[in-house]
């Protein structure tokens, strides 16, 4: 059946109201909807200010020095040595691609050309990429590591071009193609599918050959169900059985995607949508206040104390990142900021030489002693170091920032551009065949306006998709041009407000709004977001403190002990120095009267120069303490307490390395 044909058949069943058939059936995919949003290539964005920063301290910290001594990268098989030839290497290299191009390192770019060449020059004649099996006993023919190695080698060719990247990941899909139709996937790619399908289908956008859409309807035919168990979701409880690939933190968040990559075969609404019934489901049983899900390994309740697997964050965050291109929806540039802004620093040493497994929202120590409350990770999850628990993370972390980075901003299916998520950057692209500037100058999230100055070498009409956080009580947006320093009220804001309302009009959040003018020279564009405190509420009655995408937590004077020296970076157990057990005194109908807001420092994710300080009072609650290694669960509010009141400050949750972000709340 032709596309066209199958287009309209099932436009007729629609309407005569026929039963749909499953979509996961193995049948031919449909023509992809288009995506209301296109993904800029590796390099067209640039990140400035803070978060090149960021970027910097991550190539000077783990994440430039990995393939210098640690054996899973430096002797891996990939390479030709005999240690771990499976997934290290491609997780590794889906980060450090970015990275190195990202920051314009001569280093790190040397670093990836001399990989990638090893990989695609070793390509077997069958198409293969890579080790078959390795001297751990991975099986061979096992599909899952080409997942991340083929997102690395599309960045790699988006950012240099290489004319081998193409022809080469087409040979190892059709390999692919022969070995799951020899052996249906299991394990963690029967999980991880939609990974593959990322890939399979920046490959059909630049090809245009549907082999590969049937390839993606085959693998989603052997995958496990994401939206069937989101729809019936089993797990509402901390889990005990700890061997489930259904239940285990990483899975799921890659499979966050899994509805977003299958709508673009089976155009169904209900896998579109998925994406918000997961996301509510794992805030009901098992959410955090940062925007995670507990996960230590597998699902493990709403406990502050349960852990979060930093795999975990970066997979969601890129999940995210993928779904904004397929629903163009306001919600998920949300929700990646209150990942990026807060779980992903918190789970650093601030200098990115060491890193923790599992991060806790209440964590007050890091300690391999005594009992522990995780759900299946060892005791030394929690740790500072450079593979605590398992290596997965201290391959897989380096893609957070950079993937964040290069997803800021996409182009957009009316001809403009839009934002997914604020950060300083500075975007270079062509619209309609011309050279487009945009930098974004901004402290967001530490304040919060946002220039957006967008240069034009002549004069061109296009829209900018301004994206207003559902946490804005009141978002302006307004243009001041940059020559001249004056208000300047051409242009108009389509909405679902209105289809043409005049700049200045005050927005609530929680939708894009589109800014469409005639742009000519340098014109700057202001996005005022006022952002009132709110209280997240968590277990027990207790509340965690939160403005704008930003979480805030009391940070616990640390004493960092070396536990093991490895050849460039340690591992450090952490103990609390100051008190932690503290009640808030506060309004839970109006927080703002009970919370200060103030600048403090100017080096973000820092416990030393957090930009931003929350005061409020509180007292200690004697009562509460360690419970297994970890603090107790918040005592249930409201609680009582006869200490003497004290000023209490809280500081942004990726600032912290020692820290409680949900308390208890005193009564009356």
């Given at each position: 059946m032709s596309m066209t044909v199958r287009t309209a058949a099932l436009i007729l069943i629609g309407i005569l109201g026929i039963p749909a058939v499953d979509a996961r059936a193995a049948q031919p995919p449909v023509a992809h909807p288009r995506p209301r949003f296109e993904p800029l290539p590796l390099g067209t964005i640039q990140p400035s200010g803070w978060l090149k920063e960021q970027l910097r301290i991550q190539a000077d910290g783990l994440g430039g020095h990995l393939d210098e001594f640690w054996p899973d990268i430096k002797e891996s098989a990939w390479f030709g040595g005999k240690a771990e030839g499976w997934e290290r290497v491609p997780y590794w290299l889906d980060g450090l691609v970015p990275l190195a191009y990202l920051l314009d390192d001569p280093a790190l770019k040397a670093k990836v050309k001399k990989a990638v060449d090893s990989i695609l020059d070793q390509q077997h004649p069958d198409g293969w990429l890579g080790p078959v099996g390795d001297a751990q006993k991975h099986r061979p023919y096992d599909v899952w590591p080409l997942f991340p190695l083929f997102k690395a080698l599309t960045q790699y060719q988006e950012a240099t071009g290489d004319p081998r990247v193409i022809p080469a990941l087409l040979?190892?899909?059709?390999?692919?193609?022969?070995?799951?139709?020899?052996?249906?996937?299991?394990?963690?790619?029967?999980?991880?599918?939609?990974?593959?399908?990322?890939?399979?289908?920046?490959?059909?956008?630049?090809?245009?050959?549907?082999?590969?859409?049937?390839?993606?309807?085959?693998?989603?035919?052997?995958?496990?169900?994401?939206?069937?168990?989101?729809?019936?979701?089993?797990?509402?409880?901390?889990?005990?059985?700890?061997?489930?690939?259904?239940?285990?933190?990483?899975?799921?968040?890659?499979?966050?995607?899994?509805?977003?990559?299958?709508?673009?075969?089976?155009?169904?609404?209900?896998?579109?949508?998925?994406?918000?019934?997961?996301?509510?489901?794992?805030?009901?049983?098992?959410?955090?206040?940062?925007?995670?899900?507990?996960?230590?390994?597998?699902?493990?309740?709403?406990?502050?104390?349960?852990?979060?697997?930093?795999?975990?964050?970066?997979?969601?965050?890129?999940?995210?990142?993928?779904?904004?291109?397929?629903?163009?929806?306001?919600?998920?540039?949300?929700?990646?900021?209150?990942?990026?802004?807060?779980?992903?620093?918190?789970?650093?040493?601030?200098?990115?030489?060491?890193?923790?497994?599992?991060?806790?929202?209440?964590?007050?120590?890091?300690?391999?002693?005594?009992?522990?409350?995780?759900?299946?990770?060892?005791?030394?999850?929690?740790?500072?170091?450079?593979?605590?628990?398992?290596?997965?993370?201290?391959?897989?972390?380096?893609?957070?920032?950079?993937?964040?980075?290069?997803?800021?901003?996409?182009?957009?299916?009316?001809?403009?551009?839009?934002?997914?998520?604020?950060?300083?950057?500075?975007?270079?692209?062509?619209?309609?065949?011309?050279?487009?500037?945009?930098e974004v100058d901004t402290a967001y999230p530490f304040q919060d306006d946002v220039s957006i100055r967008v240069t034009t070498a002549e004069p061109l009409t296009f829209p900018i998709h301004i994206r207003l956080p559902e946490w804005a009580e009141r978002v302006v947006v307004r243009n001041r041009d940059a020559e001249v320093g004056s208000d300047d009220s051409t242009g108009v804001l389509r909405s679902d407000y209105g289809p043409n309302v005049k700049m200045g009009t005050s927005f609530k959040g929680g939708v894009y709004v589109d800014h469409v003018r005639r742009w000519s020279g340098t014109k700057t564009t202001i996005v005022d977001i006022k952002t009132p405190p709110r209280l997240y509420e968590g277990v027990n009655g207790s509340v965690a403190i939160q403005r704008g995408p930003l979480v805030f937590a009391l940070p616990i004077e640390a004493e960092w002990k070396k536990v093991r020296d490895n050849p460039q970076f340690a591992d450090w157990e952490v103990y609390p120095k100051s008190p932690w057990n503290y009640a808030l005194q506060i309004d839970r109908e109006h927080p703002e009267r009970s919370i200060q807001f103030g600048p403090v420092g100017r080096s973000p994710f820092s416990r030393t120069g957090a930009p931003i300080q929350a005061r409020l009072k509180g007292r200690r609650l004697p009562s509460w303490g360690l419970e297994r290694g970890a603090a107790a669960p918040p005592p249930k509010s409201p609680v009582a307490s006869k200490e003497p009141l004290e000023d209490i400050l809280l500081i942004p949750y990726g600032c912290t390395d020692l820290r409680i972000t949900e308390f208890p709340v005193l009564g009356h």
């Open positions: 040979k190892c899909c059709r390999k692919i193609d022969a070995v799951i139709s020899r052996e249906p996937m299991y394990s963690w790619a029967k999980f991880r599918v939609a990974d593959l399908a990322v890939t399979l289908d920046w490959l059909h956008n630049r090809t245009h050959e549907d082999w590969l859409l049937d390839l993606a309807s085959k693998a989603f035919a052997q995958s496990h169900d994401w939206r069937a168990e989101f729809e019936h979701f089993p797990y509402t409880e901390k889990s005990t059985r700890h061997h489930d690939l259904d239940n285990h933190g990483v899975n799921i968040a890659m499979a966050l995607k899994y509805g977003g990559e299958h709508y673009r075969l089976t155009h169904d609404a209900k896998d579109r949508d998925a994406v918000f019934r997961m996301l509510e489901q794992l805030d009901r049983y098992h959410g955090q206040p940062t925007g995670m899900f507990s996960c230590d390994e597998h699902l493990a309740g709403r406990s502050p104390s349960q852990g979060t697997e930093l795999c975990t964050v970066v997979e969601a965050m890129y999940s995210l990142e993928d779904l904004a291109e397929t629903l163009g929806d306001s919600r998920l540039g949300d929700r990646l900021e209150r990942i990026a802004f807060n779980a992903l620093p918190a789970t650093f040493k601030k200098d990115i030489t060491a890193h923790q497994y599992d991060q806790q929202c209440n964590q007050v120590i890091c300690s391999t002693k005594g009992e522990h409350v995780y759900t299946s990770n060892g005791p030394a999850s929690n740790l500072y170091g450079l593979e605590p628990h398992f290596g997965c993370c201290t391959a897989n972390f380096h893609q957070g920032w950079p993937k964040f980075a290069s997803h800021l901003w996409m182009k957009t299916s009316d001809g403009g551009l839009a934002v997914i998520a604020y950060a300083p950057c500075v975007v270079r692209t062509t619209i309609q065949g011309k050279p487009v500037t945009v």
